[in-house]
């Protein structure tokens, strides 16, 4: 039992009611920053934020911190006098690849793609799992068993290799990759947000809103979906890495367009040339991938251990 | 017991989601048109092509396509490999056993390593060990594999060439019958001390590299079901009754911290399977993921189908075998619920 | 009546446990919790002590204790001793300062504990008979070997491992091998032991339960089994940590009459943790009352709940529905527990109590002898001039006299 | 005050008031137990099986027993919580309405007149669960409300204790806006909370604060009937004394009706005008508290009551108590009969003995009899033919029944030895129905009405 902190306590001359209303948002914001607070005790999530924000400050900034390629960007130019640069060479700090292109600028303008990656297929997915896990729990009965056997369907079939299908049959692109992703992760969410509901629904505290007669969709709205959805924040944040991981998987093995400017792209172009003593292009490539997976790992992983009502207290 | 129907309805069900991967399959590949270039050669006249379409039936509606793709499969016949230029059930025996060889290797580093870096995390809890075990899985969640993999031959190929690439030296490969075609089973059953010394030297790095990323997800599955159980009261109850602490460890906490993470193991072999897509690439290991990657470059969509819906099975056969032993592990569990 | 004082039975050798100035602290991110406070009293061979208190007192706090069971970190013996002694030889040991073996040792043969959930207590994935053999294993190693017809002095290390460490659990593969017959004999010689233990706590069919995995057994049977389990060794002391409170109130009763009569059959010392008064006034023979960490009262069980003497105690009492009360008066203690983290130096109920004056804010009242072997731990029972403060700052006082003529009334 | 004898008959205990707030008639809730590959429905967890009941307007009526029996689902079902199988439910039926249902209630639809037919279906409309018009819902759904064990867990987590106790206002559009906020915090003051306690997440309170939010919340929209479903019984003895006083006032201040569950006799002795006593699903007891506990009629009652430890009374010696044997039995196959009469201490030879019963009592008194069983085959509960080991197996079996002098053996009415088959029946047994003993008090328990009513025969004690 714990007495916190942040108990506002209402003075008289605040206890006019109009007040109240704007003191009751100021206690469920105080409430939020509480809870950021939590999560931002550990260490790890913390430095897991500063390489986040690292990265969309990198992502935002590319033009500044270097020139656009026109036409393309997310091309990285070419440098035909530089070929295979070892890193520290005059104007490629990172060094250049067999086609010289800047390692560097591919690694800021990476960035760009594999927020656009992760955001795109995180937030579709986000919204289709959340719908599809939502209909299927508050409706049960047929509606439940026949998309659960749906969801089955596509579990049965590991992610990696799905998108790997997806993507090989609708051709090598970045967006096919984009596309293909999205088909394969709502699966996990449908699942994970039903889970949650099917266990909120029965609390006490759904069934005290049914005893007060309020609607199923007022009961979904306040009760039910606020107190399922901690763990799908915790699963699609540590989505954002995966899905660049395993995007980067797909494009290592040939499926994004030549050229691009896209880390696992990248690794793979420098592959060839490790043998030959050239370790940096898939070296600084892949840590920017292990980087980019790291961060919302350890962001994931916080908030798990601060959110998740089971590990809570621990 | 009810294990029994449980196994039973859960087989019954088996067909029908394999039917849904399959048409699920079938349909996107024939999203984008006829796979017939995979049977033509690059001279051929359109009426050659015609002539070809109406002998594979791909000038049929798409679901009566399907209904005889469907009846091949029945029938074993997967279609043409393109890659391999030889049918598809010929050639996916063999790729089956190396892939599977060594995901089996990979399976076991990880969960070896898994169940006692978490066991150890979970013990001491908020002590350095868990801290770097806690590290440990999240960069092995957090690591690209195929990039790992690159990392582990600069030096281990590269520079000290402690370890070969590829699955055999060919000339010792050959000199021992392959009854299982998993190389290192054959080379221990035909008493080769050289090929198995062979079989042994390939399997390792990739195995290690493949293992990794399941191991970080055993051992943070591990670490928190040992956190559970090491809290529980029987935990207490069995210090109570004077058991010294390895004895309650091991045979209170661990053994019931197990049943959760079986669950786990199961899932990281869709990992494993997964992941053995780039680790066979970068080790030039001739199993499913290789020629699966052959496959996808050259369009060859018989192939493809084949390998997942093989994976696919796989994939299923283990998660039913493991929420069986779950069922055989926790006493408690009614299962189907 | 008896004119014996407090201090006559502190002083006496006739102890089994004594518990001398026990603190223990839990580190927590919001500062330190004293969940127990300087607590000390002691239990006589055979006789049972109810140690009573409402959520969160630290009364299983002070019961792990004993045992040392306290996880450290968080927790954190911060001062006092936990001193058992051997009744046959007068030897004593510390329970916190003693190695570790030897705490183990104690554990489980001469200390057993139940505790409140008879479900969560017993490990799921072990059948009972093999939980049970454990016990033996671990204390009786000798005692098994013999029974197997086995010369303890002349068995082979395989047969001495078995029964010392892994009784009835696993059977070691290599001496089965190798000693067939011995193995046979010992995993005998553990069944029978096993058997004897549980069918004496009235369970029909040991044989079944003993092969039964606890989920398939009833709440009042697996507590009936822990029960057996505790007292398998034949320990001097039992620590009863709410045994009752997790079961249906007809499987209560019989529970109780079990303990009732194991201990009247072997004389075992029962040190009874509950928050139910009603249960102390059944079968304790001394009652001791904590509250937020402190031991407030302690005495006779009858005298305490005939005549209570702490503030604590009587609102604690008056607030038990009984036949008697108008409906709707019943005695609430106003108010709830308030927080140990870090608390002031005062007594810990006055934010509650009726009779609170300023020396209760700034003084910590420690137990005071009262006739009749009892103590308490108020103010109103020490004089101004002993503190130091004003007598106006002290609560109503009542003088010792008054207790005892109390007392002489009541009884 | 007179009790007619059909009211009694009815299962309405005496009352002072003239109508009911609930009525219910033969109400059960079976969950079914799937099983097999196909999962098909192969019997039914009878949680409330068969339960009569009317709760007197203005009163508190106690319903305890323990866990398993009931109970709670009972107490879900009045509230609407849980959609019941079986029988009815009414709600709020004056005298006149409720003559008219238990006369029509027996009456099959197609037998009806034409006026009768009208006058059930206006009952119908108005006054039962499930067939109510949507107003008629509403009203029921403001005036029936519910407090829960763990207050906890029945307020959202993430909702401020302004829109917890609002909400039903809200909900029926009574208030909104600075009218909600002060309806709220006159609601608070109401259970003992404040105006400051307005802003504040469930989890910034005590376990007895959070009860008192819980039960300002139930009286949002004004009910005249609350369900307690063991409202104290996560709770401390202090501060549990504070919420009963609580309880108590609100209702003599809003004359609120109460069903009070719990499995604390003592609490409910305190709390409650009536009481009814469940197990295994079914109604035990019913009467006046006062009376039930001074001189119960049924043995469980008695069990019950010996079994509850008390701060007073001089008996320190429980030699002489009831207490029961065995377990509760599984609630999908319950005992024939009376449902208590394997474990019941004072049991005849007429309270439904079953094959079922034998073997239990084979198993733990005589487990060599009971393993030489090597095939049974059941005709009905009460009858069997057993097909022993051997023909040595099969007299020993046979004598020691004949022999046997538990009521047991009073109830076989017949058996046969032909080798090694043993054939024995027993005599069958209806389900033994709550049946009237004294003014207002009815048990159903076959003894209750004798001249020596419940006591333990001599020999057994």
């Keep these: 039992m714990t007495m916190t902190s942040e108990n506002v306590t209402i003075s008289s001359e605040s206890q006019h009611p109009r007040k109240l209303r704007s003191r009751a948002s100021s206690v469920r914001w105080a409430r939020r920053r509480e809870v950021m607070r939590e999560v931002l005790r550990n260490p790890l999530t913390v430095i897991g934020v500063v390489i986040i924000t690292l990265f969309l400050l990198m992502a935002a900034m590319a033009p500044l911190l270097t020139e656009a390629n026109q036409p393309d960007p997310y091309q990285s130019p070419r440098d035909w006098a530089n070929i295979d640069a070892a890193p520290g060479v005059e104007g490629h700090v990172l060094g250049t690849d067999s086609t010289g292109g800047d390692v560097l600028y591919g690694i800021i303008w990476g960035s760009r793609l594999s927020l656009q990656l992760s955001l795109t297929v995180v937030i579709s997915t986000l919204i289709i799992g959340t719908f599809v896990g939502s209909v299927a729990a508050m409706r049960g009965g047929r509606i439940d068993n026949f998309l659960m056997r749906v969801v089955d369907v596509f579990l049965a079939i590991p992610e990696l290799i799905f998108a790997l299908a997806i993507a090989a049959i609708l051709g090598p692109s970045f967006r096919n990759i984009i596309l293909a992703l999205a088909v394969v992760f709502w699966v996990k969410y449908a699942r994970i947000i039903r889970g949650e509901i099917i266990r909120v629904k029965q609390t006490d505290y759904v069934a005290a809103a049914r005893v007060v007669g309020d609607s199923t969709w007022n009961v979904y709205r306040k009760d039910v979906l606020p107190n399922a959805v901690t763990p799908l924040v915790v699963q699609a944040t540590l989505d954002m890495g995966n899905v660049v991981l395993i995007g980067a998987a797909l494009s290592y093995i040939g499926l994004a367009q030549a050229g691009l400017t896209e880390w696992g792209a990248m690794v793979s172009a420098g592959q060839s040339g490790i043998l030959a003593g050239q370790w940096w292009v898939s070296t600084f490539a892949g840590v920017a991938i292990l980087l980019w997976a790291l961060a919302f790992n350890l962001v994931g992983d916080g908030l798990r251990d601060a959110l998740d009502p089971k590990t809570e207290g621990r | ?337 | 009546m008896s004119n014996v004082s407090a201090s006559d039975v502190n002083n006496s050798e006739d102890w089994l446990l004594r518990v001398d100035d026990l603190s223990v602290h839990f580190h927590t991110p919001r500062g330190v919790v004293q969940a127990v406070d300087h607590v000390s009293f002691e239990v006589r061979p055979g006789e049972t002590l109810a140690l009573v208190g409402e959520t969160g007192c630290g009364k299983s706090v002070t019961a792990r204790s004993i045992m040392k069971l306290v996880p450290e970190p968080p927790g954190d013996y911060a001062s006092g001793k936990v001193m058992l002694r051997n009744p046959a030889t007068g030897a004593v040991i510390d329970m916190l300062a003693a190695p570790m073996d030897q705490v183990r040792a104690t554990r489980g043969d001469r200390i057993a504990m139940i505790f409140q959930d008879p479900g969560k207590a017993l490990n799921p994935s072990l059948t009972i008979g093999r939980q049970l053999a454990e016990v033996f294993g671990e204390h009786r190693a000798q005692m098994l070997l013999t029974n197997a017809g086995i010369d303890p002095a002349k068995a082979p290390l395989g047969s001495k491992s078995v029964a010392s460490q892994r009784a009835g659990v696993i059977r070691r593969s290599f001496f089965n091998l190798t000693h067939r017959g011995q193995s046979r004999a010992l995993q005998a010689a553990v069944d029978a032991s096993v058997i004897d233990a549980l069918s004496d706590t009235g369970i029909p069919n040991p044989r079944k339960v003993m092969s039964s995995y606890p989920h398939e057994l009833s709440g009042g049977m697996k507590q009936r089994v822990m029960i057996a389990q505790a007292l398998a060794c034949d320990p001097d002391l039992l620590i009863a940590d709410e045994p009752t409170t997790a079961l249906d109130v007809t499987i209560q009763a019989r529970i109780l009459d079990l303990i009732n009569d194991m201990q009247q059959r072997r004389g075992t010392a029962i040190l009874y943790i509950t928050h139910d008064l009603s249960l102390v006034r059944q079968f304790a023979d001394r009652l001791a009352v904590m509250y937020a960490g402190r031991l407030v009262e302690s005495g006779p069980a009858l005298e305490v709940l005939r005549s209570p003497q702490h503030p604590y105690t009587q609102g604690l009492l008056a607030a038990i529905p009984r036949a008697g009360t108008p409906r709707g008066q019943l005695a609430a203690i106003a108010g709830s527990v308030p927080q140990l983290i870090d608390p002031p130096p005062q007594c810990h109920f006055s934010s509650r109590c009726s009779f609170s004056a300023q020396a209760c804010t700034n003084h910590v009242p420690g137990l005071i002898p009262l006739p009749v072997a009892r103590e308490v731990a108020c103010l109103r029972f020490t004089d101004a001039v002993s503190l130091g403060v004003n007598q106006e700052q002290m609560p109503s006082h009542v003088d010792l006299i008054e207790v005892e003529s109390a007392e002489a009334v009541s009884s | 005050m007179s009790i007619t004898e059909q009211q009694l008959g009815n299962g309405q205990p005496a009352t002072t008031s003239k109508s009911d707030v609930m009525t219910l008639r033969d109400v059960t809730v079976h969950y079914p137990v799937k099983e097999g590959v196909l999962q098909r429905v192969t019997g039914a967890v009878r949680a409330v099986d068969g339960v009569d009941l009317s709760i007197p307007r203005g009163q508190t009526l106690g319903l305890v027993g323990e866990s398993g029996c009931g109970k709670t689902t009972l107490g879900r079902v009045i509230a609407g919580l849980v959609p019941a199988t079986g029988g009815d439910i009414w709600f709020d039926l004056d005298e006149t309405a409720k003559a008219q249902m238990e006369r029509l209630r027996s009456v099959p639809e197609k037998s009806m007149s034409a006026e009768d037919k009208t006058i059930w279906s206006h009952l119908e409309a108005n006054h039962r669960l499930g067939s109510m018009t949507r107003e008629r819902q509403r009203v029921y759904r403001r005036n029936c409300q519910f407090v829960f064990q763990d207050a906890f867990a029945s307020l959202n987590p993430r909702q401020l204790v302004r829109d917890i106790v609002g909400r039903p206002l809200r909900v029926y559009h009574e208030a909104s806006g600075e009218d909600l906020d002060l309806k709220v915090i006159n609601l608070l003051e109401r259970v003992g909370l404040g105006p400051q306690h307005l802003l504040r997440y469930p989890h910034q309170f005590s376990g007895g604060q959070r009860q008192r939010i819980s039960i300002a919340r139930a009286l949002a929209l004004n009910p005249e009937f609350v369900v307690l479903d063991e409202p104290t019984s996560a709770l401390d003895v202090s501060v549990q004394a504070q919420i009963l006083n609580l309880l108590v006032e609100l209702q003599e201040d809003l004359g609120l009706t109460y069903l009070f569950i719990t499995h604390d006799l003592g609490v409910v002795q305190h709390m409650s005008d009536y009481l009814a006593v469940m197990y295994l699903g079914r109604i035990a007891e019913i009467g006046p508290t006062a009376e039930v506990f001074h001189d119960p009629l049924h043995p469980y009652t008695k069990v019950l009551r010996d079994s509850n430890p008390s701060l007073e009374g001089d008996e320190l010696d429980h030699s002489a108590h009831l207490r029961l044997t065995g377990t509760v039995p599984n609630p999908i196959d319950p005992p024939q009969g009376c449902r208590l009469h394997p474990r019941c201490p004072v049991s005849t030879s007429e309270c439904g003995w079953q094959v079922d019963d034998m073997f239990l009592s084979l198993e733990t008194s005589t487990p060599a009899s009971f393993e030489a069983i090597s095939r049974v085959e059941r005709s009905s509960p009460f009858a069997a033919q057993l097909v022993m080991d051997d023909d040595v197996a099969a007299l020993e079996l046979f004598t020691e029944i004949q022999n046997s002098r538990s009521p047991f053996g009073g109830a076989v009415e017949n058996i046969e030895l032909d080798g090694a088959n043993v054939s024995i029946r027993l005599r069958e047994v209806e389900e033994i129905p709550l049946i009237p003993v004294a003014p207002g008090r009815m048990s159903s328990c076959l003894l209750a009405g004798r001249p020596d009513g419940i006591r333990p025969p001599a020999e057994s004690r």
């Design chain 2, 1 to 337: 017991m009810q294990v029994r129907q449980y196994l039973i309805r859960r087989l019954a069900l088996l067909p029908l989601i394999m039917l849904g991967v399959s048409i699920i399959v079938f349909t996107l590949t024939r999203f984008t048109g006829s796979p017939v270039g995979i049977y033509a050669t690059p001279d051929m006249t359109p009426d050659e092509l015609a002539a070809l379409e109406e002998r594979y039936r791909l000038d049929e509606p798409i679901p009566v396509q399907y209904a005889y793709w469907l009846w091949g499969l029945l029938r074993g016949d997967l279609g043409w490999s393109g890659v391999s230029v030889a049918p598809v059930t010929d050639v996916i025996g063999l790729k089956l056993a190396a892939t599977l060889e060594l995901a089996l290797f990979a399976a076991l580093v990880a969960i070896v390593g898994g169940i006692a870096l978490g066991t150890i995390a979970g013990v001491r809890r908020n002590k350095a060990p868990d801290h770097a075990a806690r590290f440990f899985s999240i960069l092995g969640a957090s690591t690209p594999t195929f990039w790992f993999g690159l990392l582990l031959l600069i030096p281990f190929y590269l520079w000290l060439d402690w370890f070969p690439i590829g699955r055999s030296t060919p000339e010792i490969f050959d000199t021992i019958a392959h009854p299982t075609g998993l190389y290192t089973v054959d080379s221990v059953v035909s008493l080769n001390p050289t090929a198995m010394w062979d079989s042994i030297r390939h399997i390792i790095l990739p195995a290690v590299v493949l293992g990794f990323g399941a191991m970080a997800i055993i051992v943070r599955m591990m670490r928190s079901s040992m956190v559970e159980t090491m809290s529980e009261e029987y935990v207490d109850a069995a210090r109570a009754k004077g058991l010294p602490e390895k004895l309650v460890i091991k045979r209170h906490a661990r053994r019931n911290a197990l049943v959760p993470t079986a669950t786990v193991i199961g899932l990281s072999f869709g990992f494993l399977l997964q992941g053995a897509v780039a680790v066979e690439l970068i080790f030039r290991w001739p199993g499913l993921g290789q020629w699966v990657t052959s496959a996808i470059l050259s369009g060859d969509q018989a192939t493809i189908m084949a390998y997942v819906l093989i994976t696919s099975l796989i994939f299923m056969l283990i998660n039913l075998t493991v929420d069986i032993a779950y069922a055989y592990l926790d006493r408690r569990v009614v299962l189907g619920s």
